[in-house]
């Protein structure tokens, strides 16, 4: 059973940076892409950006785009997301997940709070 753990949530000031990371518990599992979601109180989850195993691309939400950069470390089967210029609406439990071939998304993280400040 893959478990994904997950760290670096906290409070911050609007205009700040963060850094989550997420590992997978098998070294010898690897997803075809990793990625994270996020959920604010009152709202669906929602995607914000994923990275392939493959050639290593990136997609990310618009919302994020220009302020999150998300990496891999393949060797350490773990998944990373820098987030600068957080804004009040970055406010979330973020949640990190791999992907499959079939584009399923398999196996969930157990979430990590992000709080901004104004």
């Known amino acids: 059973q893959v478990q994904l753990v997950e760290s670096g949530g906290g409070l911050v000031q609007a205009g700040g940076s963060l850094r989550l990371s997420c590992a997978a518990s098998?070294?010898?599992?690897?997803?075809?892409?990793m990625g994270w979601f996020r959920q604010a109180p009152g709202k669906d989850r929602e995607f914000v950006a994923l990275?392939?195993?493959?050639?290593?691309?990136?997609y990310y939400a618009d919302s994020v785009k220009g302020r999150f950069t998300i990496s891999r470390d393949n060797t350490k089967n773990t998944v990373y997301l820098k987030m600068n210029s957080l804004k009040p609406e970055d406010t979330a439990v973020y949640y990190c997940?791999?992907?499959?071939?079939?584009?399923?998304?398999?196996?969930w993280g157990q979430g990590t709070q992000v709080t901004v400040s104004s």
């Open positions: 997940a791999t992907q499959a071939a079939s584009g399923r998304w398999d196996y």
């Open positions: 098998v070294r010898t599992f690897s997803p075809y892409a």
């Open positions: 990275v392939r195993r493959s050639g290593g691309s990136t």
